[in-house]
């Protein structure tokens, strides 16, 4: 992909995929992450290199997205967010897919969806939810349904959270 990518060449049918198949999706898949154009740029021969050094770029992202999410949340900043920026780029799910690097663009995003979600209904925003969430889908559309659905259980959270206890939901329990 990268040969062709930097010699301008593009093969539509690959026989390498299986029997034989369409090669757009492919190329789609790797080359929508931002990051990954990045392989235009370096000899082949320092391609494995690359990869490595955008994964610890995606992992950083992941952190600094988190910490900036928390300090606009709590409008302040101080070192209990720095080092919970840091568990999130650091969790589970990072550790363990961190060379599917193409899911760790979701990753980064989704404390940008979660505040976008937050200006949506306290303050009737919704411009910055419709560009998150479709720039989500756009770069990584299995995880850009994941963190739709995501979207839809934190909106009716906040739902659930700020609803009068005499009211609604509540009055039946």
């Not at 235009?40 to 690359?50: G, I, K, M, N, Y």
Request: with cysteine.
């Amino acid at each position: 992909m990268r040969t062709q990518l930097v010699q301008h060449t593009y093969s539509a049918y690959s026989l390498l995929l299986s029997l034989g198949d369409n090669t757009l999706p492919v190329y789609t898949y790797y080359l929508m992450s931002p990051l990954n154009w990045l392989v235009r740029f370096v000899p082949e021969t320092a391609v494995p290199l690359l990869m490595e050094a955008i994964i610890i770029i995606k992992i950083g992202l992941i952190s600094l997205s988190m910490q900036l999410f928390l300090q606009v949340r709590s409008k302040q900043a101080n070192l209990m967010q720095l080092l919970a920026g840091l568990s999130y780029g650091l969790c589970g799910f990072v550790s363990m897919y961190f060379y599917d690097f193409m899911w760790l663009d979701a990753l980064i995003l989704l404390p940008l969806l979660t505040w976008s979600l937050d200006r949506l209904f306290y303050r009737g925003k919704w411009g910055s939810y419709l560009l998150i969430l479709a720039l989500t889908i756009v770069v990584n559309y299995y995880m850009g349904y994941m963190l739709c659905l995501y979207s839809v259980i934190y909106f009716v959270y906040l739902i659930l959270l700020n609803q009068r206890p005499e009211t609604g939901f509540f009055q039946f329990f």
